[in-house]
């Protein structure tokens, strides 16, 4: 089974809005609005990965991944990206229904098919 990710949208923020808190960890405590933030990868994240192939597609407007949703895969932080994705994804019980109500269907050609138009004639 696979599944299809089409990326129709996709818009990058690189400031921060306010007010933000970051981990106690971090030093600084909060951060000024426009701030930039320096630790997020440029043109953002949101990117698909493929553990099994190693490869991290980078999501852009227009691009599909196809995967097996039965392997491990992921996608990266965010990272200020806002995206708008398409997914079609099926399970083998879905399969199975659709293999079911195709079965005795079959498609036969009428008189005049292949002829060109028949209202022509």
């Known amino acids: ?3 299809f990710n089409l990326c129709t949208g996709r818009q990058v923020d690189t400031e921060v809005p306010s007010p933000v ?46 995967f097996r949703p039965g392997e491990i895969h992921g996608t990266t932080r965010l990272c200020g990206a806002h995206q708008r994705r ?16 195709h079965e005795g269907i079959s498609v036969t050609a009428g008189e005049g098919a292949g002829q060109g138009d028949p209202d022509a004639l």
Do not use: H, Q
């Open 1 to 3: 089974m696979y599944a």
């Open 21 to 66: 808190r970051t981990r106690p960890s971090r030093a600084g405590g909060k951060r000024k609005a426009g701030e930039v933030r320096p630790e997020w990868p440029v043109g953002g994240g949101g990117n698909f990965v493929d553990t099994s192939l190693r490869v991290v597609v980078k999501s852009a407007k227009g691009t599909m991944t196809c």
């Open 86 to 101: 398409i997914t079609v994804a099926f399970s083998e019980r879905i399969a199975d229904a659709f293999r079911k109500a």
